[in-house]
């Protein structure tokens, strides 16, 4: 006996015509639809994480240079993000893709919505308030560019004081006629310390502008991830279908959020460690250094 269903093929040969037998193949063969079909509706309601979740696995806004510095790692060709960096980055990526994937109706799933998904339905809607979100968001990304540039002008005041302190250094009474390795690395050091010190005091200056980016996304955060518990609740399957662009473009743009808050850390982060790296590049360049 040959039986098609729905894509898989299932060949059977019966040797007796005893109804119990015919029975058992029956029950089998329904059985088998059933998990195909319960496999499916797993796959298309697969839980994410909540961007809140992914907010708060999100590396906090460093208090100190050595603090940021512990946030990269500090490779051969300049600081690349840590781990905890990427795990939140590469997570909401993988997130994000799911999120994309439509969402099929399944057959035979027309009929009245029950009590529980109409309230469930209720809370499954576009966010209301994007300009403002983006409003508030620019306005923080406003005052940090604004701080960042601040922050790089007393940088580059403290390179030119370096460089005019190093040109100065005494020349050494041999044929080479140049200061002494040791003398430049002692400028070089206290000028990064220099550096290090007036990270200390920006980042302290960041934390209520970073707030205020936490503060931005927070609307929009909440109402993906209660519009996605939600859509996840729902009983029927073509309920679900019919709600997925929307319950799933909301929890995509809370976790797109969630990204922006990165990388206003990170930016933030990066500039502050730098001074670190730096010394650690000095103490290894000058690790032999000798005076006159």
Not at 13 to 40: G, P, Q
Not at 45 to 66: I, K
Not at 87 to 103: F, N, Q, W, Y
């Amino acid at each position: 006996m040959h039986n098609r269903a729905r894509g898989f093929r299932l060949c059977i040969r019966v040797r007796t015509k005893s109804a119990r037998v015919l029975a058992v193949v029956s029950t089998r063969v329904l059985a088998c639809a059933a998990v195909l079909c319960s496999a499916a509706t797993v796959a298309a309601t697969q839980r994410v994480v909540p961007a809140e979740a992914w907010l708060a696995r999100v590396p906090p806004l460093p208090t100190s240079a050595e603090a940021a510095y512990a946030q990269w790692i500090d490779a051969s060709d300049g600081l690349k993000p840590g781990p905890d960096f990427e795990k939140v980055r590469d997570g909401i990526k993988a997130e994000v893709l799911s999120l994309s994937r439509p969402v099929e109706r399944p057959p035979g799933t027309l009929g009245s919505v029950s009590r529980h998904d109409q309230v469930l339905m209720g809370r499954i809607s576009v966010f209301p308030g994007t300009a403002t979100v983006l409003q508030n968001i620019q306005t923080a990304r406003t005052a940090q560019g604004t701080l960042i540039q601040k922050w790089n002008s007393e940088l580059q005041a403290l390179e030119q004081r370096r460089l005019r302190e190093r040109g100065a250094l005494p020349a050494c009474h041999n044929e080479a006629g140049a200061p002494s390795q040791l003398a430049i690395r002692e400028v070089e050091l206290a000028y990064v310390q220099h550096k290090i010190d007036l990270a200390a005091h920006y980042l302290e200056q960041f934390r209520p502008i970073a707030q205020q980016m936490l503060d931005a996304v927070a609307p929009r955060v909440r109402h993906g991830d209660a519009g996605m518990r939600a859509w996840e609740d729902l009983q029927s399957p073509g309920t679900q279908a019919q709600l997925a662009p929307v319950a799933r473009s909301a929890e995509a743009d809370a976790l797109l959020d969630v990204s922006q808050v990165q990388d206003f850390i990170q930016g933030i982060s990066k500039l502050a460690a730098r001074p670190v790296a730096d010394r650690k590049a000095i103490g290894r360049v000058y690790a032999q250094a000798k005076g006159c």
